[in-house]
């Protein structure tokens, strides 16, 4: 083997050594991201559908009104109802705070018997200005409950009829869009908030300076940052994705290897633009800007933490460009959709372009001290 990939090995075994005796290191590499996948996991992992925060003031005695509270109470999913709100102005004062979608009122008079023989009644929907969407959602769920109730008092007729068929194609969950822009979030801890925090304390302590005493040169050093950086991503990203299988039913269609070399690419071009910073810098009043100015619009516009097609289309259209866009994409086509590499070489291909600008980048920019 030449003795400059020897070199290369010797610097990427001693980095990844300095990793796993770095306990502040390790935190922000697998516990910090893992602190976020149990919050977004907690309120996504196990949301298969739509559901309606309500409370339910029954003010009928009927049989009738019985019947269509315990229906409703039976529909878990669909339905969260609030059991601890039994009047109308605390009910009024939960959703005026957000926390309930509706209120649904039973009058005092629905399930009585009317004057040809069977129970009647109207339900009453109240909701917020700002919610009026999941509202009209709401009352037709509830229509759909009232016609089934209906049913067991009056034999109806219905000539006209919906037929439901399921395809084969299996809709991303708002917690695979989740998971995968959380991804997105630990690759940037390892490829950018690593090198900004460790290069300016290396060259305080003179380290760099001694280093560029000896033969080692810019591409044999940043190579050995490649490998370790690589092999510490693997590491902690496996650890969530075990997580995320184990305690919320996150399913990996794709090809495991495949995901791997992919997630070792975008490893790879985020750290370019850690060494491009933390190369540049001189010491952390200098890294610490710099490094959130180009953080910050890559975790809100590259799909990070919602779905890029809830913004503008001209936001939408920039986006696409940035570094962070095609890995976070390409992520997600292979570990949820099951897209082989051959699928995204749209992905690959501009990951690839941002690799090569990044590292001219940091290449010129990089300083010993």
């Known amino acids: 083997m030449p003795k400059s990939l020897r070199t290369v090995l010797v610097l990427t075994k001693l980095n990844t050594r300095r990793y796993f005796r770095d306990r502040l290191a390790i935190f922000f590499t697998v516990a910090f991201p893992l602190i976020f996948l149990f919050i977004f996991g907690g309120i996504f992992g196990n949301n298969n559908g739509i559901s309606f925060n309500i409370v339910i003031i029954n003010q009928s005695n009927s049989l009738a009104a019985s019947q269509f509270v315990d229906g409703l109470k039976k529909q878990k999913d669909l339905f969260k109802i609030n059991s601890e709100i039994s009047n109308y102005p605390d009910a009024r004062e939960k959703m005026s705070r957000g926390e309930l979608d509706a209120i649904v009122i039973l009058p005092q008079q629905f399930g009585q018997l009317s004057e040809k023989g069977y129970p009647e009644g109207e339900v009453s929907v109240q909701y917020s200005q700002n919610n009026t969407q999941a509202a009209q959602t709401l009352a037709n769920v509830l229509e759909t409950n009232l016609q089934t109730l209906g049913a067991k008092y009056v034999a109806s007729i219905t000539p006209f009829v919906v037929k439901t068929e399921q395809t084969n194609d299996n809709a991303l969950s708002q917690f695979d869009y989740t998971f995968t822009g959380l991804l997105g979030f630990a690759i940037i801890g390892l490829g950018i908030f690593g090198p900004i925090q460790v290069f300016p304390e290396l060259k305080k302590q003179g380290i760099l300076r ?108 920039f986006s696409n460009f940035l570094p962070l866009t095609p890995i976070i994409d390409g992520i997600r086509l292979i570990a949820t959709e099951g897209k082989h590499l051959i699928d995204i070489i749209p992905q690959i291909g501009l990951t690839a372009l941002w690799a090569v600008i990044i590292y001219i980048i940091a290449f010129r920019v990089f300083r010993w001290e």
């Open 210 to 317: 001694r280093l560029h005493t000896t033969p080692l040169r810019v591409w044999q050093y940043f190579l050995s940052q490649m490998f370790s950086q690589a092999i510490i991503g693997i590491f902690s990203i496996s650890i969530l994705f075990g997580v995320a299988i184990s305690l919320f039913n996150l399913e990996v269609t794709g090809n495991v290897i495949e995901l791997g070399l992919f997630i070792i690419l975008g490893i790879v071009t985020i750290l370019g633009i850690g060494l491009a910073v933390g190369g540049w810098a001189k010491n952390e009043r200098q890294a610490a800007p710099l490094g959130n100015m180009i953080v910050f619009p890559l975790l809100f516009l590259s799909g990070t933490f919602f779905p890029r097609f809830l913004m503008p289309q001209w936001l939408q259209d």
